[in-house]
């Protein structure tokens, strides 16, 4: 059973519009949680990332919004642009877990000129 | 600064072979890992390791094996490949730090096993 769950598996946006990721776990134990992008044949690459005692995080363009009540973070990304295609993965972790993430299956986000 | 650095990139082995894939990184980071990407299935560690001589299972340790004699060197070691281990694999590294940061990941190797 998965306990980081990205139930979209793709997602198309037309460019300069709001691009919405969305990541549910399951496990309340987890505290932190990343944001990772990823292009085809590189590696994963750090986005951004939040602590459970914050519900904003934003870094540019890219804000990610957590509700720990509700165990769901998401990914906004304002405006879109076309560089910005890629699998987006949630991850999460918590301290007894030491520093090993749980990884989501991704999201492709296609963003259209 | 090359940062996290895989050899090959690519590999295609035989049912029963066996291969060594090698990451090594130039950042001076204490944690390494091992993942495996699968199609919709995220990536899924397989080992870790906290520092130069120790290493760890995480969630699919079972066929393989991982060394870190070296702090900026982590191997994964397949002894007898299987169809079941084709898939994406990622090193990545990271500082050890009282809370968790984000690891830098390698450009991965694809590995096929027929």
Known sequence: DQQVKQNSPSLSVQEGRISILNCDYTNSMFDYFLWYKKY???????????????????????????NKSAKHLS???????????????????????GQNFVFGPGTRLSVLP | NAGVTQTPKFRVLKTGQSMTLLCAQDMNHEYMYWYRQDPGMGLRLIHYSVGEGTTAKG????????????????????ESAAPSQTSVYFCASSFQTGRVPEAFFGQGTRLTVV
Do not use: M
């Open chain 1, 40 to 66: 085809p044949a590189e590696g994963p690459t750090f986005l951004i990332s939040i602590s459970s005692i914050k519900d904003k995080n934003e870094d540019g363009r890219f804000t990610v919004f957590l």
């Open chain 2, 59 to 78: 969630e699919v340790p079972d066929g393989y094996n991982v060394s870190r004699l070296k702090k900026q060197n982590f191997l994964l070691g397949l």
């Open chain 1, 75 to 97: 990914l906004h990304i304002v405006p879109s642009q076309p560089g910005d295609s890629a699998v987006y993965f949630c991850a999460a972790s918590a301290l007894s877990y």
